[in-house]
């Protein structure tokens, strides 16, 4: 089983992306092949229909970090998203690979990276909601294209702004970590099946 795992946070130390790594760690123990790609390193280009519809029409490839991520989206079986909540919804990096994902140009159709696609959710922040407002948004766009999304989702509230501070994870934020992770890999398990 292949997961491809990502936050949408563009933080160099997110503690999103430290959440996320705490579920991948579980995944791997339960004999998963997790992929990590941090967004902020791909450098994807915003999403633009005409500079699409331009680089089509030129018979051009579409730019490499876009090429990137829908070929690893392809690759796997199950996404895990850690999504940070930015004004009560999803961060800009977030939807704009799901977006770039969303528009694969070649003979597989412009879905095909979500097609029989599984996705685990989660969220964190410093805050008392721990990222929940955002996540059925997530949810919602995702199931949108086709995505099959587990309902175990995990909001950890109160997060420190350092992802290595001592005391963290503590046992509730690795519990549901875990939880999510589980979840992700049974469920795709049985999908595969």
């Given at each position: ?10 933080r160099a130390t997110s503690i999103n992306r ?176």
């Open positions: 089983m292949k997961v491809l795992a990502f936050t949408g946070s563009m430290r959440l996320m790594l705490l579920a991948s760690d579980r995944l791997k123990e339960r004999g998963a092949d997790v992929t990590e790609v941090q967004l902020r390193d791909l450098k994807l280009p915003m999403f633009d229909e005409d500079m699409e519809t331009a680089l089509k029409s030129k018979g051009e490839p579409m730019p490499e970090p876009v090429v990137r991520i829908q070929d690893l989206m392809l690759a796997c079986d199950a996404m895990l998203i850690a999504s940070p909540e930015y004004n009560g919804s999803l961060s800009p990096a977030l939807k704009n690979a799901i977006d770039w994902c969303s528009r694969r140009s070649d003979d597989k159709g412009g879905l095909a990276c979500y097609r029989d696609k599984v996705a685990g959710i989660m969220a964190t922040s410093g805050g008392r909601l721990g990222g929940i407002r955002g996540l059925p948004e997530v949810r919602r766009i995702l199931s949108g294209i086709g995505v099959t999304v587990i309902p175990q989702d995990f909001a950890c509230p109160g997060a420190p702004a350092d992802p290595n501070a001592a005391g963290w994870p503590d046992d509730a934020t690795l519990k549901g970590a875990h939880r999510v992770a589980d979840a992700l890999y049974d469920a795709t398990k049985a999908l595969r099946a």
